[in-house]
């Protein structure tokens, strides 16, 4: 009983799929129900052999059979046989029972013919419809390819330019990324040498600071050095003043006499000297001052009469120089200027070197040469 039920069951589902192929008018072309008893519509050629083997007006439903093939079988409409049988649902009827299919009698073999040939006229129609469909269909999917392959070279293009851009902005930026670089390598070299070149003028300034320094302290020493000496000559000065005063009335007639020559030698020797140092050492040449050579001749009688340097000699303005012993001209210059048995370096060259005097004045007295300027 169950079997039978679940045998209506799969027939009714078939003779619905039956009723829906035929509203396509698709042509189920089956030979039978498959072996495995799973349930298969019969084609139309299959029902109209199992119609002319049987009693077409007490026909008994096969397994596979649709009302719509035993219609086709028949050529009768699917609504014919529904009304004569009293089938309420067209696409529903049930293998083992019995319809009748006689009203128009027997199927003859030239209808089964002519119903096979439309059978197959429609199968080819609906071949070809396929074939021309799936043809569209395989232009479409080709144009739909060649669209889309034309879109992927596109794209790929762009993307080969965006590389090939990135690639040259990637080169820009390395390329000023090294501009910068060297602009910041100069900017420090610059700073560097900025700092080292204060650092060099500081350590010059430093050592011309050391070196004044020293020569201050030289000069301080030296000054103490002419006053000690001063002072022992004037000591022993004091001690030869009662034995000198003869002497010194004599010595001082004698120099009256010779201030003159004096005077005029060292107008002509010493005083042409000095100018000639100077102007190789790019200053301004000297003229001569009698005021200060009459100055100078009388100092140069008083140290002539002693042989030693006076102590306001270091104690004074600083214009005045002294040699004794030294010729006049060339050699008494030099002896100055190299400060040669000098005492005070370096005032003597300084003396000759400054660019602030205008005039001079020279005289010679004995041994005993002195200068004066202003």
Request: charged residues 10%; without cysteine; positive net charge.
């Amino acid at each position: 009983m169950e079997n039978q039920q679940r045998l209506m069951k799969s027939v009714g589902k078939t003779s619905l799929l039956a009723s829906t192929l035929f509203a396509a008018g698709i042509f189920v072309n089956q030979v039978d129900a498959s072996a495995d008893g799973t349930w298969q519509a019969n084609s139309v050629a299959t029902v109209k052999q199992q119609v002319n083997a049987s009693n077409p007006a007490q026909y008994g439903v096969h397994n596979g059979d649709t009302l719509w093939a035993l219609s086709q079988a028949t050529n009768q409409s699917v609504a014919t046989l529904a009304q004569r049988n009293g089938i309420q649902n067209p696409d529903l009827i049930y293998a083992g029972s019995t319809l009748n299919l006689s009203s128009h009698g027997v199927v003859t073999a030239s209808q089964a013919t002519q119903a096979a040939q439309t059978a197959q006229t429609a199968q080819v129609n609906q071949a070809t419809a396929a074939n021309t469909q799936a043809k569209q269909v395989a232009a479409q999917k080709v144009s739909e390819a060649t669209v889309a392959k034309q879109q992927a070279q596109t794209a790929q293009a762009k993307a080969n330019e965006a590389a090939q851009a990135k690639a040259v902005a990637e080169q820009k930026v390395a390329q000023a990324k090294q501009v910068q670089a060297k602009r910041d390598a100069q900017i420090q070299a610059r700073s560097q040498a900025a700092v080292a070149a204060n650092q060099q003028a500081v350590a010059t300034q430093a050592k011309q600071t050391a070196e004044s320094k020293a020569r201050d302290a030289q000069v301080a020493q030296a000054k103490e050095a002419q006053t000690n000496q001063a002072q022992v000559q004037a000591t022993q000065q004091q001690k030869q003043t009662t034995q000198s005063n003869t002497k010194a009335t004599n010595t001082n007639q004698q120099a009256d006499t010779q201030t003159n020559t004096a005077v005029t030698q060292t107008s002509d020797a010493t005083f042409a000297a000095l100018n000639q140092l100077r102007q190789i050492n790019g200053l301004a040449p000297l003229t001569w001052d009698a005021g200060l050579a009459a100055k100078a001749s009388a100092r140069a009688a008083q140290i002539n009469a002693t042989q030693t340097v006076p102590a306001d000699h270091f104690t004074g303005s600083g214009n005045e120089v002294i040699a004794i012993g030294w010729n006049a001209g060339t050699p008494v210059i030099n002896a100055w200027y190299n400060e040669t048995n000098m005492v005070g370096a370096p005032g003597h060259r300084n003396w000759e070197m400054n660019a602030n005097y205008s005039k001079v004045g020279f005289a010679q007295v004995g041994n005993t040469i002195v200068g004066l300027a202003e």
